[in-house]
């Protein structure tokens, strides 16, 4: 089993080389909110790998769809910014390359009304801990009400609440309120699973990390899918090679006596039987 799976792993990491060598953007968003009021400014960025790769922001709204930041805002280069959002730029934003490759993409609301709820606008990975804040344009402190799927979740008299190791469960649409001022719009919050790269571990990591056993699996995967075809790829190569018909056969070996070769022959595919039925064995 030792000589297939360095084989394997062998395969395994040259495999992987092209996916990581990928060039990509990550869209981010500043200030860092789901939710905005009216006449507030924000400044959206495409950070890239490759600059040459022309990236740009576009977004989709109710009225309109793929439009560029020309359209809507001011592009410098690969960020855009708007100065005065109003509820009609409320939508989904991405990056999008020349090539069409495109980044993850993000929901804005843009608000008209007196309350909005203040939550992650990327994707949390689980495990992390997330904060929401319900606020009036001057206040950020009043009791606020939060709501997951529509039902109360939670009172806060300081208007806001934190999630502990978030994980698929918390996942959902999410609004609060607070009383004499009004409800937020609802917001999409969104807990992914841990990467199964080696990517280093974040600082928000808890000591109940669950890396490593994902990283085990991913190896383990790996093995599984690729020794079938290896073990296949070389029994037929070897079967080919070996094939006992006379025409494949060396000049030399053909002109030797019939009893000779046939002995050889026969001797071969016993090896090659041991041989694949110990591989299949292992596999
Ligand atoms: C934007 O809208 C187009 C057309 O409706 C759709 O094909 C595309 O998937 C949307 N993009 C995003 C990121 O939602
Ligand atoms: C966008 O805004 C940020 C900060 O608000 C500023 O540093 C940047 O120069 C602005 N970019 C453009 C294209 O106006
Ligand atoms: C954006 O919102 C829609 C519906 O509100 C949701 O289905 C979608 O998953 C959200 N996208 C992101 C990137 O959060």
Redesign the pocket.
Known sequence: MEETSLLCLLLLTTSCKPTQGRYEAHLTLSPSS?QFFQWSSLSLSCEEDDSSAGWTLRRNTTRETRTQCDDWGTSAGSSCNISYIVPSDSG?YWCESREGATS????ITVSGGAVILQSP???VMEGENITLICRTQTSSDLPADFYKHGSLIIDRPTGHVTILHVSKADEG?YRCNIRGHGESP?????VTGRPTTTAPPTTAATPTDSAPPLQVFTVVRYLVVFCPYVISTVLMVSLYRHRPTGDGLPVSMATLPPTWAQKVLAEDCDEIAEVSTKMNDDA
């Open positions: 789901s989904v993850q993409s993000i929901n606008v990327l994707p649409v609802p917001s999409w919050i969104s």
